[in-house]
């Protein structure tokens, strides 16, 4: 019986783990179609996301049915839980990077973002992709180093996200209307996706100390 | 056994009751704060996330001792199991309605939403308001027709939003950097708020028919 709730527990956590790598791939891609208006790549992040949702859906199906045939208690039912937990944040990333890929299959052949906030976004863009290959990294190796490095991406994704607003509300901005909303919808998706990182993140530090950090302070937001 | 818990199954409707009630309260309360720049009420919305925020905490604590304790199986499971995704979708709820009001506080003593698009934010917050309402009455009613209801007013407030983009991208928009980003931040927090009404509705009728709808069509996005 033992026997088998480890092998399930494992498929759950390489499923976790595989949903992790797709988000990566996602949010990498989404970030280099968003930065050179590549329209394939875009699509390809749309197109794809069906996956991640595809797995989120075994994987939550998987858990419910461990949780029936096994009934774990403990540590053991606290893992299952993390995991419906975890996957519903990949899922979401996994949206966010979709969102990301829309806006630039949206403005294609023109690049969304200003030439004012590239820099900017291209900041997010590295950070994002950290988060996610850390992600998977953490989920893979439960090493907590990796959970705190997730945690300071965030900060600095929160931080460049403020920083797309100083250049939206600076004298040398004159993007148009489209760019404006553009640059306030993409900073936002950046934001939010560093936000699920950092809660799949407290998770697994969680499953692995038993200390669950309370929020630390509310989300940045542009108020 | 079984009157433990079916009592235990019963507190935690109850909590997604209350919770839905809070939300409620929370975005009726966020919608005037914007709409009248009323920094008091605005203020009031801020504060009182956190017990929403608490009583997320105490629901799935008890879901999950429930888990543990009474292992339950089949139906049982599944509510246990939904409960937990509901509280996360309310919580998120309480999120957005946070979010709306620190638009209105960080605005005051101005009106954040421009006279072009007062209008169409006042239907968005009617619609959002009945969503929050209606979430409360299926949760304690579980009337599918509510679910319905529920659907047809997210696809109003998707249509809504689209609405907010017309007005931005049409030649009568004068409004500042602020605004532009403000109706674009605000019009996301009502379109999401929507979403995730939707989302409690789609796992009540879940449960009472065993009919999970899978997602009708990707949320509308700006791009």
Redesign the interface.
């Known amino acids: 019986m033992r026997e088998i709730f480890e092998a399930e527990l494992q498929q759950i956590g390489d499923d976790l783990a595989d949903m992790s790598r797709l988000v990566e791939s996602a949010i990498s891609r989404a970030g280099v179609a968003l930065l050179t208006a590549d329209l394939q790549l875009a699509q390809s992040v749309i197109a794809d996301d069906r996956r991640i949702?595809q797995l989120e859906r075994d994987l939550d199906e998987r858990?419910?049915l461990l949780?029936?045939q096994q009934?774990p208690?403990?540590t053991d039912?606290?893992v299952v839980?993390s995991a419906?937990?975890m996957s519903?944040s990949l899922e979401r990333m996994g949206?966010l990077a979709?969102?990301i890929a829309?806006?630039a299959?949206?403005?294609f052949p023109q690049h969304a973002m200003s030439p004012l906030v590239e820099g900017t976004f291209a900041a997010m863009q590295d950070a994002a992709t950290r988060v996610a290959r850390r992600t998977t990294t953490l989920l893979t190796t439960r090493d907590l180093e990796v959970a705190s490095n997730i945690q300071r991406d965030d900060d600095l994704l929160d931080q460049l996200h403020q920083d797309t607003?100083q250049s939206?509300?600076s004298d040398s901005?004159d993007g148009t209307?489209?760019e404006?909303?553009?640059v306030?919808?993409v900073g936002?998706y950046y934001e939010r996706f560093g936000d699920h990182g950092v809660s799949v993140a407290r998770r697994v530090v969680y499953l692995v100390t038993g200390d669950f950090a309370e929020?630390r302070g509310?989300?940045a937001?542009?108020?």
Request: hydrophobic share 40%; glycine share 2%; with cysteine.
């Open positions: 949702d858990c419910v949780l029936a009934q208690v403990a039912l606290r839980v419906l937990r519903a949206d979709r969102h829309q806006v299959r949206g403005r607003f939206l509300f901005w209307t489209q404006t909303v553009d306030t919808l936002r929020e509310r989300p937001t542009a108020s």
